[in-house]
């Protein structure tokens, strides 16, 4: 097998690397600006998470018991107290 063209790519992904070494205070001044935009990206997408995990909770505070999410307390007496659906017998009848 011919392995010629792994040579010319490390002929070509040498190159920056060798650039970058011959100027090091352009390749500090890249890296530090990359670093800086990464950053950023960073924050915005954390305030953007904090933002819909606020709205998220302000809307479960505001959720009423109306809505389903109230006490269960009301509904199990229904069901199982003296006349209730599961103690009636109306189930186990045929």
Do not use: C
Request: hydrophobic content about 30%.
């Amino acid at each position: 097998m011919n392995w010629d063209w792994l040579d010319t790519v490390g002929e070509y992904v040498s190159k920056p690397f060798e650039w970058m070494e011959a100027n090091p205070n352009v390749t500090k001044f890249i890296g530090g600006a990359a670093a800086a935009g990464l950053s950023h990206m960073a924050s915005q997408d954390q305030r953007k998470h904090d933002e819909r995990m606020y709205d998220r909770r302000k809307k479960d505070s505001q959720i009423s018991p109306s809505s389903g999410t109230g006490d269960y307390g009301g509904h199990i007496g229904q069901l199982s107290g003296g006349t209730g659906l599961l103690t009636s017998g109306y189930m186990t009848k045929k």
